[in-house]
């Protein structure tokens, strides 16, 4: 009897499961294919950091949908091709802002440095281990973004490795933060105009002239808004439009390097469009890029997270050997990689 009512009850829950997964496989591929299609609002910009998590959905809770439903429909082709097409966007998109193989043989005279990228969550790291990660890594320039007050902890331990900085003028906090041990020239905090006073909303990027033995790199620090509204994605797209213009403007025969915390993931229109009018490129750790940016959990990174800090360079700036490494105490990974300078 009791048997029976277990199996009773099964057939009475398994309609309601079956028009769940339906409905979850229909959303997840609108979703993916309004990302494609429609990009640019909020919504469309808030899948864009989750496209491969969602096309993993997507497939499954379409095989499940098949087994339960035991029988093809229509609508299981459509979603098929759904995800099909924004599988073939995913990949297609990773490749258009990916630097092509370079034999780096062939260019001994190429100089080389190593860079650090980290969000430092407003002093919510652990000094220890990013002073250990820092002496193990030996980067040669580091970039902090959300660094708050966080400057006098950070010299104690860099200041005597790091003869240079951009640093927050007195008595002030700052967003961004660079320690180099390569001198910076022309060194400038640009702030952007038209964003208001909004605190969650940066407002500035730092721009200068990078010295690698003589050969001038010109470097841009950035760290636009989290779209996580309409109003910050308007900031983002302001503050990016801006630096994108600014570059353009003040753009010389130097190689030009920029990175950071773009809040901003690959599948994004932002960020393609901005690599695209720039003429600049990056590289990843896999064919999927490896999450930079979780969510709830540093275990969780790889469901729960998304790439939005990025390296990028010029074509005279070939990125090799990029890393992410293990949590420090922020929200973010620390990022690095060696750039070699083709002569």
């Known amino acids: 009897m009791h048997s029976d009512r277990v199996l009773s009850k099964k057939k009475r829950n398994t309609p309601i499961l079956l028009h769940l997964v339906r409905a979850g496989t229909l959303a997840v591929t609108f979703l993916l294919l309004a990302s494609l299609f429609a990009p640019g609002n909020l919504l469309s910009e808030a899948v864009a950091f989750f496209i491969p998590q969602l096309i993993a959905l997507g497939f499954v809770s379409l095989l499940l949908w098949l087994v339960m439903a035991r029988k093809l429909h229509w609508l299981h082709l459509l979603c098929l091709l759904g995800l099909i097409i924004s599988s073939f966007w995913m990949v297609t998109s990773i490749r258009l802002v990916t630097q092509p193989v370079a034999i780096l043989e062939n260019h001994p005279k190429s100089k080389s440095f190593n860079v650090m990228s980290l969000n430092l969550l407003h002093m919510q790291f652990e ?205 973010h990974f620390p990022i690095f990689a060696t750039l070699h300078i083709l002569p």
């Open 127 to 331: 000094k220890e281990a990013l002073q250990e990660l820092i002496e193990k890594r030996q980067p040669d320039l580091i970039v902090f973004q959300e660094t708050a007050s966080a400057t006098p902890r950070l010299k104690t331990f860099l200041t005597e490795n790091y003869q240079y900085a951009i640093l927050p003028p007195a008595k002030r906090d700052t967003d961004l933060t660079v320690f180099s041990k390569f001198p910076l020239k022309n060194s400038k905090r640009v702030h952007i105009p038209g964003l208001g006073q909004n605190g969650y909303i940066p407002r500035e990027f730092l721009s200068a002239d990078l010295d690698i033995n003589g050969t001038l790199i010109q470097l841009y620090a950035i760290h636009p808004a989290s779209p996580r509204s309409q109003r910050r994605l308007d900031g983002r797209t302001t503050y990016m439009n801006y630096v994108s213009n600014y570059i353009r403007e003040k753009q010389t025969d130097s190689p030009i390097m920029v990175l950071g915390d773009w809040n901003t993931p690959v599948w994004s229109d932002t960020f393609q469009k901005l690599l695209s009018d720039l003429k600049l490129k990056t590289t990843f750790t896999s064919l999927i890029p490896q999450t930079t940016r979780y969510f709830i959990n540093p275990f969780l990174g790889k469901v729960l997270g998304s790439k939005v800090d990025h390296i990028t360079s010029s074509e005279e700036i070939i990125i090799k050997d990029l890393l992410i490494d293990e949590d420090v105490g922020s929200d």
